[in-house]
């Protein structure tokens, strides 16, 4: 282990950080990925091998799809035993559910897989692209004593934040540190130095697993955010639709919803036909517990299972990877339940 030079993958998926201003259209498009390594020259004065891929085309976050998780994923095991870890530079947008859906597919993950990405283009004089690009970087190659990665998960590092990435989500359109991770502390936040918060981040069960990857998603799920002046037409159309088979229910508070008739035998005739119904806060913080209010129970009572204090974004990419597993939809609510990659805290 002494001496070796670290190496990195670094994965470029599009996203503002490798973007520049089109002239004749005035808005953001992806450039060549191998400026953005011109543009960083700092990277050269770490001891790390840097190798870098592309995706091609580059896409705006915003056009991301379940398949090109898969790619990722993919990439990510088809170079697993030749780097030490993997950089993700990925649009804002949907970084979160980027994250959180590879933290799922990645299954006895020893390595760091980190996204990262930028508010402003790589090329512009106050950009915030270096410094997350060079954080990334450090955090990925970081290891402890036994030459082990100090964060073997999958995280989003912005804006001085290392977050799980199954935890983190979006906060701002604007600001640098756009991102938090409202029910988790930091991993790491960076600083004059990098502080790692040890007892946060978890470790693998084994250091010599194998990793896998569940690449079978199933992506029949509905959100649904409840609002004051829904009407039964709506909702059926969410509960009921015969393409669906879960519904993520945005409640509010601590996992209330309306109790009326109409809404709660919609809802029940929804879950005896077998869907799979999720309850999630609409609220940053917190989770659900449908005990505290009668009409959280009735919700409960109804079949609707708990998301916890899970994102929507982490819910979704849950369901995507527990569905594509299995066709019951039983062991699909069971592994609800579970805490699987950090993304919950059972109550
Ligand atoms: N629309 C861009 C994207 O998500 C925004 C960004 O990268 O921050 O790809």
Known sequence: MIGRKASILLVYTGGTIGMKQDPEKGTL?????????????????????????????????????PSMWVRLADLILGHYDYYDG????????????SASALSFMLKGLTKPVIFTGSQLPIGVPRTDGKENLISSVEIASATDADGHALVPEVCICFGSLLLRGNR?????????????SPNFPPL????????????????????????????????RVAILKLHPGMTP???RHFLLGKETRAVIIETYGSGNAPARDWFLDIVRESSESGKILVNVTQCL??????????????????G???????????TLAKLF???????????????LSQNLRGEILLS
């Open 188 to 219: 790491a936040e960076a600083g004059i130095n990098i502080r790692y918060n040890t007892s946060a981040i978890r470790r693998p069960a084994s250091w010599d697993t194998p990793l896998e990857i569940h690449s079978e998603l199933d992506t």
């Open 233 to 235: 037409e709506i909702v």
């Open 321 to 335: 990877v527990l569905m594509g597993m299995t066709s019951d939809n039983e062991t699909v609510k069971n592994a």
């Open 304 to 314: 609707v299972v708990s998301g916890y204090d899970g994102t929507t974004e982490s």
């Open 29 to 65: 498009v992806p450039f060549d990925f191998s400026q953005i390594l011109d543009q960083v020259p700092e990277l050269g004065k770490f001891a790390i091998r840097i190798d870098s891929v592309a995706f091609d085309p580059l896409i705006d976050s915003s056009d991301i799809e």
């Open 168 to 180: 983190a989500v979006k906060e701002s359109s604007e600001a640098f540190s756009a991102f938090i």
């Open 86 to 97: 993997f950089v993700i530079l990925h649009g804002t947008d949907t970084m979160a559910y």
């Open 285 to 302: 913080n917190g989770g659900v517990d449908m005990d505290i209010y009668d009409n959280g129970r009735k919700l409960k009572d109804a």
